[in-house]
């Protein structure tokens, strides 16, 4: 999504017109509770409207379910009335993992819980080609968080990952890069809410990724050309099928 620094100049861009959401804690959510709690307070000043936060993954490895609860709440007081999503970073977390975060999440009184349905440009040892869940685990998800008064939001690059979202009743989609119209009309026929991925594959096809991100350089063409003509047929599919679309939420790109 918006990175953090640019969020003021975007909310001053597009006004109301749009949702402006920023991430803090990304990848791993190391930082510190206070350091979190600063960024997400400077993003609403900034004009933030959402904020996706990530949640300690050391944490949750050496069952500090009591940190996890406290920092959410902490986030979720710094946002205000704005929309605070936590992101579970699914693909690291076991079963009992995932079940245990839905309800932490709720308990703490976030108003999303987001999960990694597909591979990104830079996960490591996938592609955002291939999706990470069956309809069988999302469900698992999904049906915890409903259970909590908790809709579930998806990372989702991948046709398959997306159809496993739309049986599993997920809420809403981020990128759906590689959609196609049958699918598209799923999305709209359901009332799933689709955020797509307009400008950054181009943008990082023409100017590239920084200097010193030698890892993404590898990466780049591969993935990234896969992307743009992944999208370019997505956009004209979502727009067909008339899928309601949102904004500002591709938090996980690069």
């Not at 809403?172 to 699918?183: A, C, L, N, V, Y």
Request: with cysteine; glycine share 6%.
């Amino acid at each position: 999504c918006i990175p953090a620094s640019f969020v003021k100049q975007a909310k001053e861009y597009v006004g109301e017109k749009l949702a402006i959401c920023t991430v803090i804690g990304f990848p791993n959510g190391y930082a510190t509770t206070a350091a979190k709690c600063f960024m997400a307070s400077d993003a609403v000043d900034n004009g933030a409207d959402e904020v996706d936060m990530v949640i300690n993954i050391g944490w949750l490895k050496d069952q500090k379910y009591d940190l996890l609860e406290a920092e959410i709440r902490t986030l979720k007081t710094a946002c205000g009335d704005k929309i605070l999503k936590v992101i579970i970073e699914t693909c690291l977390l076991t079963e009992e993992e995932k079940i245990k975060m839905c309800n932490l999440v709720t308990e703490a009184g976030a108003d999303f819980i987001k999960v990694m349905a597909s591979g990104g440009v830079l996960t490591t040892n996938t592609s955002p080609e291939f999706a990470q869940f069956n309809k069988k685990e999302l469900k698992t998800i999904v049906c915890e968080a409903r259970a909590n008064d908790m809709n579930v939001s998806a990372h989702c690059h991948s046709l398959k990952g997306m159809n496993n979202c739309i049986k599993a009743g997920v809420k809403s989609i981020e990128h759906g890069t590689f959609i196609d119209r049958k699918t598209a009309q799923s999305i709209a026929k359901k009332r799933i809410y689709l955020t797509p991925t307009l400008v950054v594959h181009h943008t990082l096809i023409e100017e590239g990724f920084p200097s010193w991100d030698n890892f993404a350089k590898e990466r780049l063409a591969f993935e990234v050309t896969k992307l743009v003509h992944g999208e370019e047929k997505a956009i004209e599919a979502q727009r067909q099928a008339k899928a309601a679309f949102g904004g500002g939420n591709a938090e996980d790109m690069p």
